[in-house]
């Protein structure tokens, strides 16, 4: 009784810091602010000078198919208003978690009762020559976005990498009028999400664009020149004006855009004595290895997994919230139960679903945000399709593909099976089924009877979704229930 | 008569299609060059009084140019009539007077009409002086010909179609008369619903659509009819119901008939043994016939087409001698001829057994008749060559030209390998048709073009003796001739100018009638010697008439031997013994099967014109191997799965259906299916060239055969707006697309395909390949071709479409299995020829639109119901055929469909009855 009292006393002045004011923290501040059951003064740091805004759309803000003002994800001034602390253009540079608190590069100290870190990730660059040059640069924050937009006209810029960033910025460059080279390591673009049918599709798009490509080559050096020789780009430092592929080519250019990966930010959870993998390491509940400490976004680590798209995030988030607002109750539980996870990993079931809801890995869609450009993928198509052109392959025998390909449309469907489970979807062009199909995948329910119409679609299979949940069901039970008897038998 | 009536008289005319002679009125536009809708029934037509069957209600769905024949066609060169008909006269005059009259032939048709079959009659046997003058007919009614000559002294159908309204008892003896005779058995129907004690019993190898209305279905061994009647004729003795006034007054030859009957059919345990059948159902017909004064026996091709298809025929007339059941109201011997104007050919005497005009060349007197008559300087003088074996005289080199007129011997006459080697053989063949192509006229030196139906003008006469009119109301295509046009300019090249010189049509059915009358004085029963003076306008005016018509009787003659008169030279009908045999082909250890062969509902002959309607292969769109489902699981063969039928003689290659229609050892093939619609389908190949020795008959519903599973193919489908030569596929079949009536220019060729490739030989891609090289649709690849293509490895399905700007050119379906959908809108998305939709375009390898709802496979081909539609439709309470017809139309208009529709009913009524017996049990 005498705790309780003491903690709602000290919830009032309780601090909770979010270190990133990107996507994930700004919108987990926005939200918690918005809870008037949720009694936390909130810091919100983050260390660009823009916070909240939508950092999906940078790639339509270059392509100009919105303007500055369709950004925002998060209203900063209401935030503020609702006794949000925000603070932009000061990062982190030090928690002590023995104190709980935090130092900011201009030296301001902000104690903390729990800690966020939303710190998301860096773009990674290639480590090759010249790749620091003042002309090679990322894809990645708003500031990018007005370097490139203020690019001169009909500048070539040479893309590295055809993945979802990579084609988003050369699409975008291209549609400022610039002359874009896409330069990528594999055979074909995009082949993360697609198979080769639906990437060359999508290439042959691009092209019509007028986006170059140069694939199955790697970009081996950037070549510099002197800076006085590019009197329009206005810096002092030599710039590479050539990029040397492995197959010996050169292509000229005015700017490299390095569009190879983004690395999860974890040197300060590093440095603070996190957990840290690949990303920081959390539970279900988002809690990192020490307590009062949280995690969740692009620099996060669930299950040996790291997340670069939006959907998993928000589910994080909502777990995040959930656990916040929870907190106060179930504190010495889910520490409990926190602790025997991290000792235990495969406990994680028993002692935490129960209480509240938990983050867990589902397959995401994936779409290209490029206008006029439809595709949508689900599963892990590199390792499905590796097999594709080799027919013997145990692979190629395990996945069963249904395909339908219209040229003339550039519209392709495949979808890949694993003993009648749906595993795989590639759409291009008419990605109107792309939610049917993927709940079917979510749903792990077995098609047999269906795969002779699925590709066509829900309007060819009304009502499967609700069919097959009811007849595997019923399987189930009796599965179940002549699975009992034999139980027991071995029991007695 | 007004204006307005003239006009509708003057379109009216008589189908083309069955002996049943339907009156059918053509709408025909104001300039009269086209029809502006479907054909309809007359309702003044005693045939039908507007009814109309499928056939004759998309009998303008046929009249298209597709595949017309236009221009005379001497030794592959198109050239002129007048050259053609000269050198038709110069080769026949040259091998007559080489090789004797002998060496010329006809081999005609019960399409062609009266006239034209009595100037051919007339310039062989009279002029030629060869009775080589046979006919398709010989396959329909030959028999049935003999046998009424035999008890008649006269080739004499008792009855008319009334009787079969008003009797009480009606025997069905190898009819299928619901698919083949549908209007009369639309009649009958509705008077059994009218009079429901009316009872019907079919006698049929197979249970056929014609059993749904029957009381008593006797599936008997095929081929053993005889031993029913010979039954019949003994029980009515026992039962001591003979009509013995009338055996003694009007027959003769009772004795030894009764005692032949007595001595083959002593009891029914013998005779049920005998047709395999039960004693109990022989008991019941026994019953039946023997309380049923009104009893009409109605006998067509199961009865006809056999070795002892006369023999059969006397047997059910000795029964209507004994009990007296002739000449009167509601009874007698009915035989239901097949063709249009089989009795027309029957009266001028066009077949190798008879003179002219219902003489033979042994009725004394009559040779010396025709020749004062004709004025005929050659008179042959004694029977010529019947089908089969003037066919297997053409092989020997006796007979070296041949003149074939509006049939297709190489599909309808057995053996036909025989024929093929005949008309290879054959000095000089002339074929006289409406199409290029047929199975026949590849083998043509001289190809004439022949007026087609609506085109030609003359009469016909229906299987109840009614001569009706069949009206030239459209202009002939291209360069096309009427028959007796060509013959007659032969003639007339050939010096006999003046016995054929003939201004108008109505001047050969005129003289046609003065010789039926000359000298006849009743001695015959054919005379119409009424019309021996009719002029243009009364020939053309001509209402339906039943023959014999006199100065007497100039209304016609409604039925025969109402004075127990007969043609004999006693003037009594005569009672032939009959020993029933069993048919001489049976089937043994390496040809186990015996095989039947018959028409399917929508189909006519050798599908020359039924072969272009869509409409009509919807009910039937492929030829199939019909049998039981225990030989099926035999055999390993599931539905649709091709097999390989053998016989002696030949093959064919089939898909499979099976049915319960079918007794175990039984298979059934359709007769219609020519290579110019499938590979080979061509049933005839499988049928020895065996014949009722009286009639010349061939026994061409009973053959020997065995069957083999055809394993590892790759079934589909190919719609394509261009023609394929489907040269190396296993099996194939073609049929129109429906273009909707609007006869799409661009389409004219558009078909689909039905096909099956063996794995091993290629694979889809390369067929697509290979067909777009015929079309040479490679050629023209450009940004404007697009592909769509869907591949199933689960199912083995594997589907192409080739659009070009963006329209459906050609699609192509395969699956391992015949499991293939319908293809009605894949149809008719390339009949409507549209710039396809996105989801015309997903939907396109689907098969079916997503808002489309399959409708089943099509029952009422007239309004596109389908079963499905049917089935739910009853479900939803519509429980009669009545309310159906109300609801989804089906089998309002023509009514063909209505049998199974019944079906369906019975089927569903069924189902409930047995669902209602279980409630009640568990309760």
Same mark, same amino acid.
């Given at each position: 009784?005498?705790?309780?009292?003491?903690?709602?006393?000290?919830?009032?002045?309780?601090?909770?810091?979010?270190?990133?004011?990107g996507m994930a923290?700004?919108?987990?501040?926005?939200?918690?602010?918005?809870?008037?059951?949720?009694?936390?003064?909130?810091?919100?740091?983050?260390?660009?000078?823009?916070?909240?805004?939508?950092?999906?759309?940078?790639?339509?803000?270059?392509?100009?198919?919105?303007?500055?003002?369709?950004?925002?994800?998060?209203?900063?001034?209401?935030?503020?208003?609702?006794?949000?602390?925000?603070?932009?253009?000061?990062?982190?540079?030090?928690?002590?978690?023995?104190?709980?608190?935090?130092?900011?590069?201009?030296?301001?100290?902000?104690?903390?009762?729990?800690?966020?870190?939303a710190t998301g990730s860096?773009?990674?660059?290639?480590?090759?020559?010249?790749?620091?040059?003042?002309?090679?640069?990322?894809?990645?924050?708003?500031?990018?976005?007005?370097?490139?937009?203020?690019?001169?006209?009909?500048?070539?810029?040479?893309?590295?990498?055809?993945?979802?960033?990579?084609?988003?910025?050369?699409?975008?460059?291209?549609?400022?009028?610039?002359?874009?080279?896409?330069?990528?390591?594999?055979?074909?673009?995009?082949?993360?999400?697609?198979?080769?049918?639906?990437?060359?599709?999508?290439?042959?798009?691009?092209?019509?664009?007028? +986006?170059?490509?140069?694939?199955?080559?790697?970009?081996?050096?950037?070549?510099?020149?002197?800076?006085?020789?590019?009197?329009?780009?206005?810096?002092?430092?030599?710039?590479?004006?050539?990029?040397?592929?492995?197959?010996?080519?050169? +292509?000229?250019?005015?700017?490299?855009?390095?569009?190879?990966?983004i690395t999860p930010e974890?040197?300060?959870?590093?440095?603070?004595?996190?957990?840290?993998?690949r990303a920081i390491?959390v539970?279900?509940?988002m809690?990192?290895?020490?307590?009062?400490?949280?995690a969740l976004g692009e620099c996060c680590e669930f299950q040996a997994t790291t997340f670069g798209l939006i959907a998993p995030i928000w589910q994080q988030l909502?777990?995040?919230?959930?656990?916040?607002?929870? %907190?106060?109750?179930?504190?010495?539980?889910?520490?409990?139960?926190?602790?025997?996870?991290?000792?235990?990993?495969?406990?994680?079931?028993?002692?935490?679903?129960?209480?509240?809801?938990?983050f867990?890995l589902e397959?995401i869609?994936t779409?290209?945000?490029?206008?006029?450009?439809?595709?949508?993928?689900?599963?892990?198509?590199?390792?499905?399709?590796?097999?594709?052109?080799?027919?013997?392959?145990?692979?190629?025998?395990?996945?069963?593909?249904?395909?339908?390909?219209?040229?003339?449309?550039?519209?392709?469907?495949?979808?890949?099976?694993?003993? %009648?489970?749906?595993?795989?979807?590639?759409?291009?062009?008419?990605?109107?089924?792309?939610?049917?199909?993927?709940?079917?995948?979510?749903?792990?329910?077995?098609?047999?009877?269906?795969?002779?119409?699925?590709?066509?679609?829900?309007?060819?299979?009304?009502?499967?979704?609700?069919?097959?949940?009811?007849?595997?069901?019923?399987?189930?039970?009796?599965?179940?229930?002549?699975?009992?008897?034999?139980?027991?038998?071995?029991?007695? | 008569?007004?204006?307005?009536?003239?006009?509708?008289?003057?379109?009216?005319?008589?189908?083309?299609?069955?002996?049943?002679?339907?009156?059918?009125?053509?709408?025909?536009?104001?300039?009269?060059?086209?029809?502006?809708?479907? *054909?309809?029934?007359?309702?003044?037509?005693?045939?039908?009084?507007?009814?109309?069957?499928?056939?004759?209600?998309?009998?303008?769905?046929?009249?298209?140019?597709?595949?017309?024949?236009?221009?005379?066609?001497?030794?592959?060169?198109?050239?002129?009539?007048?050259?053609?008909?000269?050198?038709?006269?110069?080769?026949?005059?040259?091998?007559?007077?080489?090789?004797?009259?002998?060496?010329?032939?006809?081999?005609?048709?019960?399409?062609?009409?009266?006239?034209?079959?009595?100037?051919?009659?007339?310039?062989?046997?009279?002029?030629?002086?060869?009775?080589?003058?046979?006919?398709?007919?010989?396959?329909?009614?030959?028999?049935?010909?003999?046998?009424?000559?035999?008890?008649?002294?006269? =080739?004499?159908?008792?009855?008319?179609?009334?009787?079969?309204?008003?009797?009480?008892?009606?025997?069905?003896?190898?009819?299928?008369?619901?698919?083949?005779?549908?209007?009369?058995?639309?009649?009958?129907?509705?008077?059994?619903?009218?009079?429901?004690?009316?009872?019907?019993?079919?006698?049929?190898?197979?249970?056929?659509?014609?059993?749904?209305?029957?009381?008593?279905?006797?599936?008997?061994?095929?081929?053993?009819?005889?031993?029913?009647?010979?039954?019949?004729?003994?029980?009515?003795?026992?039962?001591?119901?003979?009509?013995?006034?009338?055996?003694?007054?009007?027959?003769?030859?009772?004795?030894?008939?009764?005692?032949?009957?007595?001595?083959?059919?002593?009891?029914?345990?013998?005779?049920?043994?005998?047709?395999?059948?039960? !004693?109990?159902?022989?008991?019941?017909?026994?019953?039946?016939?023997?309380?049923?004064?009104?009893?009409?026996?109605?006998?067509?091709?199961?009865?006809?087409?056999?070795?002892?298809?006369?023999?059969?025929?006397?047997?059910?007339?000795?029964?209507?001698?004994?009990?007296?059941?002739?000449?009167?109201?509601?009874?007698?011997?009915?035989?239901?001829?097949?063709?249009?104007?089989?009795?027309?050919?029957?009266?001028?005497?066009?077949?190798?057994?008879?003179?002219?005009?219902?003489?033979?060349?042994?009725?004394?007197?009559?040779?010396?008749?025709?020749?004062?008559?004709?004025?005929?300087?050659?008179?042959?003088?004694?029977?010529?060559?019947?089908?089969?074996?003037?066919?297997?005289?053409?092989?020997?080199?006796?007979?070296? *030209?041949?003149?074939?007129?509006?049939?297709?011997?190489?599909?309808?006459?057995? =053996?036909?390998?025989?024929?093929?080697?005949?008309?290879?053989?054959?000095?000089?063949?002339?074929?006289?048709?409406?199409?290029?192509? /047929?199975?026949?006229?590849?083998?043509?030196?001289?190809?004439?073009?022949?007026?087609?139906?609506?085109?030609?003008?003359?009469? *016909?006469?229906?299987?109840?003796?009614?001569?009706?009119?069949?009206?030239?109301?459209?202009?002939?295509?291209?360069?096309?001739?009427?028959?007796?046009?060509?013959?007659? =300019?032969?003639?007339?090249?050939?010096?006999?100018?003046?016995?054929?010189?003939?201004?108008?049509?109505?001047?050969?059915? &005129?003289?046609?009638?003065?010789?039926?009358?000359?000298?006849?004085?009743?001695?015959?029963?054919?005379?119409?010697?009424?019309?021996?003076?009719?002029?243009? !306008?009364?020939?053309?005016?001509?209402?339906?008439?039943?023959?014999?018509?006199?100065?007497?009787?100039?209304?016609?003659?409604?039925?025969?031997?109402?004075?127990?008169?007969?043609?004999?030279?006693?003037?009594?009908?005569?009672?032939?013994?009959?020993?029933?045999?069993?048919?001489?082909?049976?089937?043994?250890? =390496?040809?186990?099967?015996?095989?039947?062969?018959?028409?399917?509902?929508?189909?006519?002959?050798?599908?020359?014109?039924?072969?272009?309607?869509?409409?009509?292969?919807?009910?039937?769109?492929?030829?199939?191997?019909?049998?039981?489902?225990?030989?099926?699981?035999?055999?390993?063969?599931?539905?649709?799965?091709?097999?390989?039928?053998?016989?002696?003689?030949?093959?064919? *290659?089939?898909?499979?259906?099976?049915?319960?229609?079918?007794?175990?050892?039984?298979?059934?093939?359709?007769?219609?299916?020519?290579?110019?619609?499938?590979?080979?389908?061509?049933?005839?190949?499988?049928?020895?060239?065996?014949?009722?020795?009286?009639?010349?008959?061939?026994?061409?519903?009973?053959?020997?055969?065995?069957?083999?599973?055809?394993?590892?193919?790759?079934?589909?489908? &190919?719609?394509?707006?261009?023609?394929?030569?489907?040269?190396?596929?296993?099996?194939?079949?073609?049929?129109?697309?429906?273009?909707?009536?609007?006869?799409?220019?661009?389409?004219?060729?558009?078909?689909?395909?039905?096909?099956?490739?063996?794995?091993?030989?290629? /694979?889809?891609?390369?067929?697509?390949?290979?067909?777009?090289?015929?079309?040479?649709?490679?050629?023209?690849?450009?940004?404007?071709?697009?592909?769509?293509?869907?591949?199933?490895?689960?199912?083995?399905?594997?589907?192409?479409?080739?659009?070009?700007?963006?329209?459906?050119?050609?699609?192509?379906?395969?699956?391992?299995?015949?499991?293939?959908?319908?293809?009605?809108?894949?149809?008719?998305?390339?009949?409507?020829?549209?710039?396809?939709?996105?989801?015309?375009?997903?939907?396109?390898?689907?098969?079916?639109?997503?808002?489309?709802?399959?409708?089943?496979? !099509?029952?009422?081909?007239?309004?596109?119901?389908?079963?499905?539609?049917?089935?739910?439709?009853?479900?939803?309470?519509?429980?009669?055929?009545?309310?159906?017809?109300?609801?989804?139309?089906?089998?309002?208009?023509?009514?063909?469909?209505?049998?199974?529709?019944?079906?369906?009913?019975?089927?569903?009524?069924?189902?409930?009855?047995?669902?209602?017996?279980?409630?009640?049990?568990?309760?």
């Amino acid at each position: 009784m005498n705790h309780r009292k003491k903690s709602v006393h000290r919830q009032k002045t309780r601090t909770l810091a979010i270190i990133g004011a990107g996507m994930a923290g700004s919108k987990l501040a926005s939200v918690l602010a918005e809870d008037k059951r949720f009694h936390y003064r909130i810091v919100l740091i983050g260390a660009e000078k823009r916070a909240g805004y939508n950092r999906i759309m940078l790639s339509s803000l270059l392509a100009q198919d919105i303007d500055v003002t369709q950004m925002s994800l998060v209203d900063m001034t209401a935030l503020r208003r609702a006794g949000v602390d925000t603070i932009t253009g000061d990062p982190v540079v030090d928690v002590i978690t023995e104190t709980k608190s935090l130092s900011l590069q201009s030296g301001r100290q902000i104690a903390y009762d729990k800690l966020i870190f939303a710190t998301g990730s860096t773009a990674t660059r290639l480590p090759i020559e010249g790749t620091d040059a003042t002309n090679v640069m990322c894809f990645r924050n708003w500031q990018d976005v007005e370097r490139l937009s203020a690019l001169p006209e009909n500048s070539s810029v040479c893309v590295i990498g055809a993945g979802l960033l990579g084609l988003e910025a050369a699409v975008g460059l291209t549609k400022r009028g610039h002359k874009v080279t896409v330069v990528h390591r594999a055979s074909s673009i995009l082949n993360r999400q697609l198979d080769a049918a639906a990437a060359e599709m999508l290439q042959a798009k691009l092209v019509e664009i007028g +986006i170059e490509f140069r694939l199955g080559v790697r970009p081996e050096k950037l070549l510099w020149v002197q800076a006085e020789k590019h009197a329009q780009v206005e810096l002092a430092e030599p710039l590479v004006n050539r990029v040397q592929l492995s197959s010996g080519d050169e +292509i000229a250019t005015t700017l490299v855009v390095m569009a190879t990966g983004i690395t999860p930010e974890v040197s300060l959870a590093k440095q603070a004595g996190l957990e840290v993998n690949r990303a920081i390491v959390v539970n279900g509940y988002m809690e990192t290895s020490q307590a009062d400490i949280y995690a969740l976004g692009e620099c996060c680590e669930f299950q040996a997994t790291t997340f670069g798209l939006i959907a998993p995030i928000w589910q994080q988030l909502d777990c995040l919230v959930a656990k916040l607002k929870d %907190d106060t109750q179930t504190m010495l539980d889910s520490k409990k139960a926190c602790q025997t996870y991290l000792k235990n990993p495969q406990t994680r079931n028993h002692a935490l679903t129960k209480i509240q809801p938990t983050f867990q890995l589902e397959p995401i869609p994936t779409r290209l945000k490029v206008s006029g450009i439809q595709l949508f993928s689900v599963g892990d198509i590199s390792r499905l399709t590796e097999h594709d052109n080799d027919e013997n392959s145990t692979t190629a025998q395990l996945y069963q593909n249904i395909t339908l390909l219209d040229k003339g449309q550039r519209h392709y469907r495949r979808l890949i099976l694993e003993e %009648d489970k749906l595993v795989g979807i590639i759409l291009y062009g008419d990605v109107s089924d792309g939610n049917w199909f993927f709940s079917l995948l979510q749903s792990e329910k077995l098609l047999t009877e269906s795969l002779d119409t699925l590709i066509f679609g829900e309007v060819y299979n009304q009502d499967l979704l609700e069919k097959i949940t009811s007849a595997n069901r019923q399987n189930e039970n009796i599965k179940t229930k002549a699975a009992t008897p034999e139980k027991k038998a071995s029991h007695s | 008569m007004d204006n307005a009536d003239k006009a509708v008289q003057n379109t009216k005319t008589t189908c083309p299609y069955c002996g049943v002679g339907c009156g059918v009125v053509l709408p025909l536009a104001a300039e009269g060059t086209h029809l502006t809708g479907p *054909v309809i029934g007359d309702k003044c037509h005693p045939a039908n009084y507007g009814r109309l069957c499928v056939k004759g209600s998309h009998l303008a769905d046929t009249l298209t140019p597709e595949g017309r024949l236009l221009q005379p066609i001497v030794d592959g060169q198109e050239t002129s009539w007048q050259d053609a008909t000269q050198t038709i006269a110069d080769r026949i005059k040259r091998i007559v007077s080489e090789h004797g009259p002998d060496a010329f032939a006809f081999y005609l048709s019960g399409q062609i009409l009266t006239e034209d079959y009595y100037v051919a009659n007339k310039l062989a046997k009279g002029f030629i002086g060869t009775a080589n003058v046979d006919t398709n007919s010989r396959l329909c009614m030959a028999s049935a010909v003999v046998g009424y000559k035999r008890a008649f002294g006269s =080739d004499t159908v008792p009855c008319n179609y009334e009787d079969l309204e008003c009797c009480d008892l009606l025997i069905m003896v190898g009819s299928n008369a619901a698919w083949t005779h549908p209007v009369l058995y639309q009649r009958i129907q509705a008077a059994k619903i009218a009079r429901p004690h009316m009872k019907i019993v079919v006698i049929d190898p197979r249970k056929t659509a014609t059993c749904d209305i029957a009381d008593l279905h006797l599936a008997i061994a095929p081929g053993s009819d005889a031993a029913i009647f010979s039954y019949l004729l003994v029980e009515t003795a026992r039962r001591q119901q003979l009509n013995q006034d009338y055996i003694d007054t009007h027959t003769e030859g009772f004795a030894d008939t009764f005692s032949q009957a007595q001595v083959f059919t002593g009891n029914a345990e013998f005779v049920a043994q005998f047709c395999q059948i039960s !004693t109990l159902q022989l008991q019941q017909l026994a019953d039946w016939w023997c309380d049923t004064e009104k009893t009409i026996t109605f006998y067509s091709q199961g009865v006809n087409q056999s070795t002892t298809g006369v023999d059969k025929s006397n047997a059910i007339i000795n029964c209507h001698l004994a009990t007296g059941r002739i000449g009167r109201e509601g009874m007698g011997p009915f035989s239901i001829t097949g063709q249009p104007n089989a009795m027309g050919g029957r009266e001028v005497g066009g077949l190798a057994n008879q003179l002219a005009a219902h003489m033979d060349f042994a009725t004394s007197g009559a040779i010396d008749l025709v020749q004062r008559f004709w004025q005929a300087p050659n008179m042959a003088q004694e029977n010529g060559l019947k089908a089969v074996d003037l066919f297997q005289a053409i092989e020997a080199g006796k007979v070296k *030209v041949v003149w074939i007129m509006s049939t297709n011997p190489m599909v309808s006459l057995p =053996d036909t390998q025989q024929i093929q080697r005949a008309l290879e053989q054959c000095g000089l063949v002339i074929v006289s048709d409406c199409q290029a192509n /047929t199975d026949t006229s590849r083998f043509a030196d001289i190809l004439l073009p022949a007026t087609g139906w609506s085109e030609k003008n003359g009469t *016909v006469t229906n299987s109840e003796r009614r001569i009706s009119r069949q009206r030239g109301l459209l202009p002939p295509a291209g360069n096309a001739r009427h028959d007796w046009q060509a013959i007659c =300019d032969v003639a007339k090249k050939m010096g006999y100018h003046h016995a054929f010189d003939y201004q108008s049509v109505h001047e050969i059915f &005129a003289e046609h009638a003065a010789l039926s009358g000359f000298e006849n004085k009743g001695k015959r029963d054919f005379d119409i010697s009424y019309f021996a003076d009719i002029q243009q !306008t009364d020939y053309d005016a001509l209402v339906p008439i039943q023959w014999p018509v006199t100065k007497e009787r100039p209304q016609g003659t409604a039925r025969m031997f109402s004075d127990g008169h007969f043609f004999t030279p006693t003037g009594k009908a005569r009672f032939i013994p009959i020993a029933p045999q069993l048919p001489i082909v049976k089937a043994n250890a =390496d040809f186990p099967y015996l095989l039947n062969t018959g028409r399917v509902r929508d189909q006519w002959h050798t599908m020359t014109r039924t072969g272009k309607a869509a409409k009509l292969l919807d009910h039937t769109s492929q030829p199939y191997l019909e049998l039981c489902s225990q030989d099926a699981t035999q055999l390993n063969v599931r539905e649709g799965q091709l097999v390989r039928v053998n016989s002696e003689l030949g093959q064919v *290659v089939l898909p499979v259906k099976i049915s319960e229609n079918q007794r175990q050892g039984q298979v059934f093939i359709p007769i219609h299916w020519t290579s110019q619609f499938a590979s080979a389908a061509v049933v005839s190949s499988l049928i020895p060239q065996i014949v009722d020795p009286l009639s010349g008959q061939p026994e061409s519903k009973n053959a020997r055969v065995s069957i083999e599973k055809i394993a590892n193919l790759t079934y589909g489908f &190919a719609l394509t707006k261009q023609a394929i030569i489907p040269e190396e596929w296993l099996y194939w079949c073609r049929t129109p697309i429906d273009q909707g009536g609007q006869g799409n220019e661009g389409n004219k060729n558009s078909h689909s395909y039905d096909f099956a490739i063996c794995m091993s030989e290629t /694979t889809p891609s390369a067929l697509v390949k290979t067909h777009l090289n015929q079309t040479h649709c490679l050629s023209e690849e450009s940004e404007k071709s697009e592909w769509i293509e869907y591949k199933n490895p689960v199912n083995g399905h594997h589907r192409i479409a080739y659009l070009h700007e963006g329209k459906l050119n050609a699609i192509w379906y395969f699956s391992p299995n015949p499991d293939l959908p319908a293809k009605n809108w894949l149809a008719s998305l390339m009949a409507t020829n549209n710039v396809l939709t996105p989801a015309d375009r997903l939907a396109l390898l689907m098969g079916r639109a997503s808002a489309t709802v399959d409708k089943g496979a !099509t029952i009422c081909s007239c309004f596109n119901v389908g079963e499905k539609q049917i089935r739910s439709a009853i479900a939803n309470g519509y429980n009669t055929a009545t309310a159906l017809g109300q609801q989804l139309k089906c089998g309002t208009n023509c009514g063909s469909c209505l049998p199974e529709i019944g079906n369906l009913l019975s089927q569903t009524q069924a189902k409930s009855q047995t669902e209602t017996m279980k409630m009640q049990d568990a309760v």
